[in-house]
Structures are given as structure tokens and as C-alpha cells.
């Protein structure tokens, strides 16, 4: 199945503009990174410059964008990462070594995007780009994972004892708060793939409620026991299930399979 890609445009047009008017243009390198998870980014430049000697620039916006192509110039369609605001300056001045780190909004699909850091102006009527750097090399982003299950992950039943043991290297999240109580399951189903208890048939075989964690915390070398279900017998994909309750539910939130089906006799 082919996914399509749909950049939203941010807001107005933004158009790039010369002339007579003071504008806001960048100097020297403009470096960025992300931070842990893609949560942050710290973006900097050595300077932004006003080009006029005489005139005073409206306020500055500083844009960070994940663009499908890179940006030539006229209107700008994409999606921004992050962004911040300056106070115009006065003929002639400048803001040097500018560093800010800011949290990020990522892209709504997954893929390959070319950033670029713009530099607006606010004129009469809204902002403007005066100026614009592309960053040579795409990269990948995507909406940020909430929860990671980190293998290796094992399963184990004892049917005398009624009970099936489950194992997992890490549960691990990126909120900036705490989590809901989290639950973890194993799954049987029929087809692989699994998203939504859609296609084929799924049997729960065990479960455990975890407390939540809070925020910088994780689970490291997870064993538990659960009560033992047992699928009717035939063969079945094997899935470790990570949930979240979010107040309502338990909400599917990371998954782990079996590389190869298994055979319930």
C-alpha cells in the first residue's frame, strides 16, 4: 500500500522580498542538532544583520522548516520544526551568536525532508522572508515515538502452573510528564501485523498492569508472569504489546513480533 505525503502550508505565503526596506539578513554559519528523541532542537547563527544603515526592521521571526524540496524562494509550503522571535533592530545593528534551543514539532508522516532556516520580518499585512539558508543533506523525520520496547523479548508458558512468563529488555517513553498505568500482554494472531485488532483473529494470553513512569524514568530488564490463556490450536504470530490507559482505555502504544509463527497443538 503507498502512503502519500501532504505538506501543509503554514499559514500565509511567505514571500521573499527585496528593495529599499531594512531587512534582517543572516551571516556566517547557521549550525543546528536535535536533541535526545528529536524533542528539541538548538538552533544558531553568528548573526543576523540589519541591511540598512538607516531604517529600523519590524519584529524577526527565526524559522526552522521540514520541506519536501528544498526552498528557491516566492511562497514557501511546509511544516515548521520550530520557530522564535526577535525585536526588530535599529539601523545598522545587529544580534550576533544567537543560540536557542526550542522544542519541536515534527511533521505529521513519517519521511525524508530538506530543512531550512528562514528569517521573516513583520511588515504591514504579516510577515515576510528577507532571508534563507537550505541545509544540504535531507533527513529523517516523523512524529515522535511516545513509548520504545527495546529487544530482545521472550515468552515462556507453564501449563501446569496456568501461568506464561514475559521478557523485555526496556519500556522506555518520551513524555514531559508522567505516563498512564501501563499494561503488557502477549498476543496470538492469525495474520502478522498488528494495528488496531483489524485482520485476522487475536487472542490475548497473559497481561500485567505496570505503575507509570515518570518523566526520565524507564523499565530495564522486564520479567513478569501472567495468568496463561491458551489460543485454540493452530498456528500464530507472536506479539509482545506495550498499552497505556489513557483515562478511558488501554490504548495500543508499541508492539514487538515473533520473527517466525508458532504452532499451538
Known amino acids: 500500500m503507498k502512503h502519500m505525503f501532504y505538506l501543509m502550508v503554514i499559514g500565509l505565503g511567505l514571500a521573499l522580498t527585496a528593495g529599499a526596506h531594512a531587512a534582517p539578513k543572516l551571516s556566517g554559519s547557521v549550525p543546528y542538532q536535535f536533541g535526545a528523541g528529536n524533542t528539541t532542537v538548538t538552533i544558531g547563527c553568528d ?3 540589519n541591511s540598512s544603515s538607516e531604517n529600523a526592521t519590524g519584529t524577526i521571526q527565526v524559522q526552522l522548516w521540514a520541506l519536501k524540496e528544498k526552498y528557491v524562494s516566492s ?3 511546509g511544516h515548521v520544526i520550530a520557530s522564535f522571535k526577535l525585536d526588530g533592530l535599529e539601523g545598522g545593528n545587529q544580534y550576533k ?3 536557542k534551543t526550542l522544542k519541536t514539532t515534527m511533521p505529521a508522516q513519517r519521511g525524508s525532508y530538506f530543512l531550512c532556516l528562514t528569517v521573516t520580518e513583520y511588515r504591514e ?3 515576510v522572508i528577507t532571508d534563507f539558508r537550505n541545509y544540504t543533506n535531507a533527513v529523517m523525520l516523523g512524529p515522535l515515538k511516545t513509548f520504545t520496547l527495546l529487544g530482545p523479548w521472550s ?7 496456568g501461568t506464561i512468563s514475559m521478557k523485555v529488555k526496556k519500556i522506555s517513553h518520551t513524555r514531559s510528564g508522567g505516563t498512564g498505568s501501563l499494561k503488557l500482554s502477549v498476543w496470538a494472531t492469525t495474520k502478522p501485523g498488528f494495528s488496531n485488532k483489524t485482520g485476522g483473529t487475536y487472542y490475548e494470553m497473559g497481561s500485567v498492569v505496570k505503575k507509570a513512569l515518570q518523566a526520565g524514568y524507564n523499565y530495564s530488564d522486564v ?3 501472567a495468568k496463561y ?4 490450536s493452530g498456528t500464530y504470530y507472536l506479539w509482545l504489546v506495550l498499552l497505556e490507559f489513557n483515562g478511558k482505555e488501554y490504548v495500543t502504544m508499541a508492539t514487538l513480533g ?8
Not at 515473533?258 to 497443538?265: C, D, I, L, W
Open 258 to 265: 515473533s520473527e517466525k509463527p508458532y504452532t499451538f497443538k
Open 75 to 77: 511562497r514557501i509550503s
Open 97 to 99: 551568536g544567537l543560540k
Open 125 to 127: 499585512g504579516g510577515y
Open 223 to 225: 520479567e513478569n508472569t
Open 229 to 232: 490463556k491458551r489460543p485454540p
Open 155 to 161: 515468552w515462556q508458558t507453564n501449563p501446569e502452573a
Open 47 to 49: 548573526a543576523i544583520t
